[in-house]
């Protein structure tokens, strides 16, 4: 991994404020972002909290060379659940490690809602990453009508064991869990600090059940549903979050950079 850090055993739980760029921004724009986002950064040399930067897969490369020797982190939106092939269109977790890239996004509700992205697909993306060394960053929450109706902790436990549940405990080290409420996403509307604590203490919970103590205690959970430069100290000093995944508002350097100035 090139900057030797945020993978292999996540050995103790580490902060994260990782931005989605979802589909957004020309080649242009996209380096702009990278270029003010390290200006902003400068010469940071601690190892935590962890910034990481998902780009759509044509500037992740970009993203690979401006912060290669920054303690900065690439992530991918999306990984193929095959590991090569005839597959048009697809990009495998080995071709995203040979470059370096870290992290991988991996069900997103977005991916969930307009590409019939099944738990059982998500579990094969979960595993192509993990044999290829790209640490998952697995997406999990409600819809408002599930909340609505009380159902919001059977259906993060639904999500969360059967895409994650088949791996050992030392696969499951290698990974980030990411609560984000989808009534939540690009709405506005954000989970109250204790909304998020509530569902991030029920994921430790799962963990140490399946799992062990360790296991629990250590897995970074982060929360994401418009987070911004205002909600975003008060989400992160709830003791079971431990930073956020960012859509809109990792667009803005500015913003961006305050948010993971937030612990
Ligand atoms: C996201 O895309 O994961 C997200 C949380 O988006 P937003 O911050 O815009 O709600």
Request: include cysteine.
């Amino acid at each position: 991994m090139n900057n030797g850090f945020g993978f292999v055993n996540l050995d103790m739980r580490k902060k994260i404020v990782a931005g989605n760029w979802k589909m957004n921004l020309n080649f242009q724009e996209a380096e702009e972002i990278f270029e003010s986002i390290i200006d902003l950064y400068g010469d940071e040399d601690s190892e935590n909290p962890i910034m990481i930067i998902c780009p759509p897969y044509p500037f992740l490369e970009v993203g690979t060379d401006l912060t290669d020797e920054l303690k900065i982190c690439i992530g991918a939106q999306d990984v193929s659940s095959h590991s090569g092939g005839a597959y048009t269109g697809e990009v495998s977790a080995a071709m995203l490690d040979s470059m370096d890239v870290e992290y991988c996004i991996v069900g997103h509700s977005e991916r969930r809602k307009h590409f019939n992205e099944s738990s059982a697909l998500i579990k094969e993306k979960v595993e192509q990453l993990l044999e290829n060394d790209v640490c998952p960053i697995f997406c999990c929450g409600e819809q408002l009508e599930e909340r609505q109706h009380g159902k919001e902790f059977e259906v993060v436990k639904s999500q969360i064991s059967e895409s994650l549940f088949h791996l050992s405990k030392d696969e499951i080290e290698n990974l980030v869990i990411a609560y984000e409420p989808v009534w939540a996403i690009g709405t506005g509307l954000t989970a109250t600090p204790d909304q998020a604590e509530e569902m991030h203490a029920f994921i430790r919970k799962l963990l140490k059940e399946k799992y062990d103590e360790k296991v629990a205690e250590n897995m970074s959970i982060l929360y994401g549903g418009s987070c911004n430069v205002k909600n975003a100290r008060e989400i992160f000093s709830k003791p079971n979050v431990d930073g956020g995944l960012i859509g809109g508002a990792s667009l803005s350097p500015d913003d961006f950079y305050h948010i993971y100035k937030s612990f």
